[in-house]
């Protein structure tokens, strides 16, 4: 089993701390036989040419392999990962692109073939794949421990690229739309109303954007381009999952709260607001 991450808890104070510890724990996580085993496996077999049939055979590769895209729950769908592959990224009627999900579009990408029938991977794309592999890794460790902070890990990762690569705040829009943990944290964090997903996706679209301008600012897509604009989010995000789940032993005044929410007259929920946004 690899060295699991050392956490204190959900909570804003928690988050702070694994970003001040992350780069020494992850590097002591990455250490793991596990980890280094896969990290091994990988840099060996991908840096030369190899067929799907091999990638597929191999269940000790597919598994890193998946996991470098978020993918690792579909490793037992080999006939579907064979056919997302296969398909390629670019054909419209290709399985990749029907199912309209960005991960699966980019591990199409990764390893189409060439006409000879071999995938081929620059050492730089195995590096990228490896590293995206141990960041992921390292995600789900923490999110075994306290699922907030693996989505907030997620959201810091790829929101910036997302708001930068856009070709225009709508395009943006749709992407997260399509990104189920994104979604998560938006729907938290901009207070979303039940049944948003439920909305014509023109309409999901339109409201994050309305929305977005009254949390982050006019320009929310080039603020979440910004370390400023996704700590800001990521901060929201972790209140409001606070405010949903309670407060725990971190979060800012909770034993003031503890000793005034037992006095008659004040209600919990309203404290606790109070508190928490002293935390801002």
């Given at each position: 089993?690899p060295?699991?991450?050392?956490?204190?808890?959900?909570?804003?104070?928690?988050?702070?701390?694994?970003?001040?510890t992350?780069e020494?724990?992850?590097a002591?996580?990455?250490?793991?036989?596990?980890?280094?085993?896969?990290?091994?496996?990988?840099?060996?077999?991908?840096?030369q040419?190899?067929?799907l049939?091999?990638l597929?055979?191999?269940?000790?590769?597919?598994?890193?392999?998946?996991?470098?895209?978020?993918?690792?729950?579909?490793?037992d769908?080999?006939?579907?990962?064979?056919?997302?592959?296969?398909?390629?990224?670019?054909?419209?009627?290709?399985?990749?692109?029907?199912?309209?999900?960005?991960?699966?579009i980019?591990?199409?990408?990764?390893?189409?073939?060439?006409?000879?029938?071999?995938?081929?991977?620059?050492?730089?794309?195995?590096?990228n794949?490896?590293?995206?592999?141990?960041?992921?890794?390292?995600?789900?460790?923490v999110?075994?421990?306290?699922?907030?902070?693996?989505?907030?890990?997620n959201?810091?990762?790829?929101?910036?690229?997302?708001?930068?690569?856009?070709?225009?705040?709508?395009?943006?829009w749709?992407?997260?739309?399509?990104?189920?943990?994104?979604?998560?944290?938006f729907?938290a964090a901009?207070?979303?109303?039940?049944?948003?997903?439920?909305l014509?996706?023109?309409?999901?679209?339109?409201?994050?954007?309305?929305?977005?301008?009254?949390?982050?600012?006019?320009?929310?897509?080039?603020?979440?381009?910004?370390?400023e604009?996704?700590?800001?989010?990521?901060?929201?995000?972790?209140?409001?999952?606070?405010?949903?789940n309670?407060?725990?032993?971190?979060?800012?005044?909770?034993?003031?709260?503890?000793?005034?929410?037992?006095?008659?007259?004040?209600?919990?929920?309203?404290?606790?607001?109070?508190i928490?946004?002293?935390?801002?």
């Amino acid at each position: 089993m690899p060295i699991p991450p050392s956490l204190i808890g959900g909570s804003l104070p928690g988050w702070a701390f694994l970003q001040e510890t992350r780069e020494r724990q992850q590097a002591t996580f990455e250490s793991s036989t596990d980890i280094q085993r896969n990290v091994d496996g990988m840099r060996e077999k991908l840096t030369q040419p190899f067929t799907l049939d091999e990638l597929m055979g191999d269940r000790q590769l597919l598994r890193p392999v998946l996991q470098s895209f978020g993918l690792q729950d579909e490793i037992d769908k080999g006939a579907f990962i064979r056919r997302i592959i296969s398909d390629g990224p670019d054909d419209p009627q290709g399985f990749a692109r029907r199912l309209n999900n960005t991960d699966f579009i980019e591990l199409s990408r990764t390893f189409e073939a060439d006409p000879d029938g071999l995938i081929r991977l620059s050492d730089t794309e195995v590096d990228n794949l490896i590293q995206a592999y141990q960041d992921e890794a390292f995600e789900v460790a923490v999110g075994e421990q306290e699922p907030t902070l693996r989505l907030a890990l997620n959201f810091e990762q790829e929101i910036g690229d997302l708001a930068r690569d856009a070709a225009s705040d709508r395009s943006f829009w749709f992407k997260v739309i399509g990104s189920a943990p994104l979604m998560e944290v938006f729907q938290a964090a901009f207070i979303l109303p039940d049944g948003f997903a439920n909305l014509d996706v023109d309409k999901q679209a339109d409201y994050l954007q309305n929305r977005a301008e009254q949390q982050i600012g006019s320009d929310p897509r080039a603020i979440l381009a910004t370390d400023e604009g996704v700590q800001t989010t990521v901060r929201k995000f972790i209140l409001q999952t606070q405010l949903q789940n309670g407060p725990d032993a971190l979060t800012p005044g909770a034993s003031a709260l503890t000793l005034l929410s037992a006095g008659a007259g004040f209600g919990s929920q309203s404290l606790s607001s109070l508190i928490l946004s002293n935390a801002v």
